[in-house]
């Protein structure tokens, strides 16, 4: 396939496809890390493609390729971080939208007598609200 696709197609299959295909589950879990750099690491294979002998050439650190494009870079997703963010966006809206109804579900099971920002995770907690609470400080460090 390497042979068949040209670099700006490669672009665009990872940005559309690879990197898009997770993003559901990443804003509803968090994925373990182990999980996010084996995505990462196969799509740089993708990008830098195969030579004769199988292994391919890396003209680049793999940082490289997820720096902006006024840096050098292609904008690549970091994976772990992508995950972070789509969680954080979640707690977010709980936190600006609480009449919704995934909000009056888990206010009701988890902080029924507080706001999201005191919440703790509570008895036997699901992996969904683990995974939004677990964000807690990065939305608060974000937040003015």
């Given at each position: ?53 199988g292994r391919p050439i ?27 963010a789509l969680l954080a ?45 677990g964000v807690h400080s ?7």
């Amino acid at each position: 396939m390497d042979k068949l696709v040209s670099w700006a197609g490669r672009q665009v299959f990872i940005k559309v496809v690879a990197q898009a295909i997770l993003t559901y589950a990443m804003s509803v879990f968090k994925l373990p890390r182990d999980l996010c750099s084996s995505i990462q690491s196969m799509i740089n294979k993708f990008w830098w493609g195969n030579n004769k002998r199988g292994r391919p050439i890396y003209w680049a650190k793999a940082e490289k390729l997820l720096d902006r494009k006024l840096d050098g870079g292609l904008r690549f997703r970091d994976m772990a971080c992508f995950n972070d963010a789509l969680l954080a966006q979640q707690f977010w809206r709980l936190l600006k939208s609480p009449n919704s109804l995934v909000s009056h579900i888990l206010k009701a099971k988890y902080f029924l007598n507080c706001s999201i920002l005191e919440a703790d995770l509570g008895y036997r907690p699901s992996f969904t609200w683990r995974s939004i609470l677990g964000v807690h400080s990065l939305v608060i460090k974000g937040a003015r």
